[in-house]
């Protein structure tokens, strides 16, 4: 038995943020109605790259759901949203709130219908504000939040992570809001909601770097692949290759200037010996372990470093990535037969319960796949209510 077996999700959204935390429900075993418009999910056209003409964008955040195409801006659409949401556990949206309070379908319309509903909002900027119907992307939250300001080389242009990471742990947030409220219920009997914005994300995910402004009212520069309070803790490059070289603490700073690199000089230094020294004299330090790590062979250097309990990493590519003995040791690549596009290949999901665990994988839906069929089972439409449905272009 999954751990979210029994629960009913509605979910009305699309794109990333909201289906990435609904198929984290599906991926525990709720059950998961995507509404999709009767043209489908934006990320359906977002290619390449696609497989037989699929998007794996699409592919990447929405396994294990059911998918129904109806067009929720005709009354009898509409209605179809209502009687599903009666049946719910949970309702996740991603629409402006004017937009939902236009369709009729926000949040005190839902509760009245369903007072046990958890009814979770995912927006770029939150409700009851000014710029609650203000549109919100990943990409220009990064910008606005000073995410990109610490990203990328000390005298580069501001960056944006390679992901929409902002998309991603908002989705995520919206999980752990959406658990925490059905915990609630099991107490109080009663549904509420949940309020998730892209904008309170990322100033959250800003974490050390916020906490360092706020206290000290330093304002927090990029360096590159550095990182602005250890040292060292970047890139380096040696006779062959690349290492990911993070010293995280006065000991194994110690251990690698006599175990490994055997240059005493770099930890006898007064101005090296203390992360904080190391920190404030950077330009100095920096280009003498440069000039050491040059000296060995990447393969030789990964080994003194993890043979001393120093934290290190080759960088790899994404293809390197999926073929290396962490992935295959936790089965991250897991896959599933496609009617269209054959087997589909995705990552396992993070979570690992040892008496629940996480459901098989079911490849994502075709568009509009389970109209009938959920309609039918949850709704008891009959085949003449459906027909003269589509006959009426309200579902696909």
């Given at each position: 038995m999954s751990v979210l077996q029994g629960i009913k999700v509605l979910d009305l959204t699309r794109i990333l943020a909201g289906p990435w935390s609904?198929?984290?429900?599906?991926?525990?075993?709720?059950?998961?109605?995507?509404?999709?418009s009767l043209e489908g999910d934006d990320t359906r056209s977002w290619m390449p790259p696609a497989k037989a003409g699929i998007s794996t964008y699409y592919l990447s955040a929405n396994r294990n759901k059911e998918s129904l195409a109806i067009d929720m801006r005709k009354p009898q659409g509409r209605q179809l949203i209502l009687d599903l949401a009666a049946q719910a556990d949970v309702v996740v949206e991603n629409f402006l709130p004017a937009s939902l309070k236009r369709l009729g379908l926000d949040y005190e319309t839902l509760a009245a219908i369903n007072p046990r509903l958890i009814h979770c909002s995912i927006t770029g900027y939150g409700r009851g504000n000014p710029l609650e119907n203000r549109p919100g992307y990943d990409f220009i939250i990064q910008a606005e939040s000073g995410f990109m300001s610490i990203t990328g080389e000390k005298d580069g242009e501001p960056m944006r992570l390679g992901v929409a990471f902002i998309d991603l742990v908002t989705g995520m947030n919206a999980v752990q809001g959406i658990l925490a409220a059905l915990y609630e219920r099991e107490k109080s009997g009663l549904g509420q909601s949940v309020d998730i914005a892209l904008s309170d994300s990322a100033l959250h995910f800003l974490a050390n770097i916020a906490s360092g402004y706020l206290n000290t009212g330093t304002v927090p520069q990029r360096y590159g692949n550095a990182h602005a309070s250890i040292v060292p803790y970047q890139?380096?490059?040696?006779a062959d290759?690349?290492?990911?070289?993070?010293?995280?603490?006065?000991?194994?700073?110690?251990?690698?200037?006599l175990e490994v690199l055997k240059r005493p000089e770099l930890h006898g230094d007064p101005r090296f010996s203390q992360n904080k020294g190391r920190t404030e004299h950077?330009?100095?330090?920096?280009?003498?372990?440069?000039?050491?790590?040059?000296?060995?062979?990447?393969?030789a250097l990964i080994a003194a470093l993890r043979n001393q309990g120093i934290p290190v990493g080759e960088v790899k590519s994404v293809a390197q990535?999926?073929?290396?003995?962490?992935?295959?040791?936790?089965?991250?690549?897991?896959?599933?037969?496609?009617?269209?596009?054959?087997?589909?290949?995705?990552?396992?999901?993070p979570l690992r319960l040892s008496r629940t665990p996480t459901v098989p994988?079911?490849?994502?839906?075709?568009?509009?796949?389970?109209?009938?069929?959920?309609?039918?089972?949850?709704?008891?439409?009959?085949?003449?209510?459906?027909?003269?449905?589509?006959?009426a272009a309200v579902i696909r």
């Open positions: 609904t198929m984290a429900l599906a991926d525990l075993g709720a059950e998961v109605w995507k509404i999709e890139l380096f490059e040696t290759g690349t290492i990911a070289l993070a010293v995280g603490n006065d000991e194994q700073y110690r251990r690698l200037c950077r330009e100095e330090l920096l280009p003498l372990l440069q000039t050491a790590f040059a000296e060995w062979q990447n393969e990535a999926f073929d290396t003995e962490t992935a295959r040791y936790r089965e991250m690549v897991i896959s599933a037969e496609h009617s269209v596009a054959g087997e589909v290949r995705m990552v396992r999901s994988m079911k490849a994502p839906p075709l568009h509009g796949q389970h109209t009938d069929e959920v309609l039918q089972r949850v709704l008891g439409k009959s085949e003449a209510e459906l027909a003269s449905l589509r006959q």
